[in-house]
C-alpha cells in the first residue's frame, strides 16, 4: 500500500492526499475574489439603505449623476475595490519578478 503524501512532484514537492495542491496564485485570487464579493454585499446593503434613511436618492461621481440602487451599490463596490486589489497584486508581480533577477 502506498502513501499518496509520499510521493512528490518533478519539482521535489509533496502532493497531497487528494492530489491537488493550492499554490500562491491560487489563494492570492481566490482571496481577492472574497473580498470583491464581501464589498459587493456590502455596497448592495448600502445602496438599500440610504435612499430609505438618509433619503440619498442619487450620487454624482467624476460628472455622472448615478441613481442609488442595490445594483449600482453592489456594482461600484466591486468595482472600485477590485482595480485597487488587482492594481496591487499586478505591483507585487513585478516587484517579485524584478527581484527574482529574472525582469519580465
Given at each position: 500500500?502506498?502513501?499518496?503524501?509520499?510521493?512528490?512532484?518533478?519539482?521535489?514537492?509533496?502532493?497531497?492526499?487528494?492530489?491537488?495542491?493550492?499554490?500562491?496564485?491560487?489563494?492570492?485570487?481566490?482571496?481577492?475574489?472574497?473580498?470583491?464579493l464581501v464589498t459587493a454585499v456590502f455596497g448592495a446593503v448600502l445602496g438599500f439603505?440610504?435612499?430609505?434613511?438618509?433619503?440619498?436618492?442619487?450620487?454624482?461621481?467624476?460628472?455622472?449623476?448615478?441613481?442609488?440602487?442595490?445594483?449600482?451599490?453592489?456594482?461600484?463596490?466591486?468595482?472600485?475595490?477590485?482595480?485597487?486589489?488587482?492594481?496591487?497584486?499586478?505591483?507585487?508581480?513585478?516587484?517579485?519578478?524584478?527581484g527574482n533577477g529574472n525582469g519580465g
Open positions: 500500500m502506498t502513501d499518496d503524501r509520499s510521493e512528490t512532484t518533478p519539482a521535489g514537492e509533496p502532493i497531497a492526499a487528494t492530489g491537488r495542491t493550492v499554490t500562491g496564485r491560487t489563494l492570492v485570487l481566490a482571496t481577492v475574489g472574497t473580498i470583491v439603505l440610504l435612499p430609505r434613511h438618509a433619503e440619498l436618492e442619487s450620487v454624482t461621481v467624476n460628472g455622472a449623476t448615478v441613481v442609488v440602487s442595490p445594483i449600482t451599490g453592489a456594482v461600484y463596490g466591486a468595482v472600485t475595490i477590485g482595480c485597487i486589489l488587482m492594481a496591487l497584486v499586478a505591483v507585487v508581480m513585478v516587484a517579485s519578478r524584478a
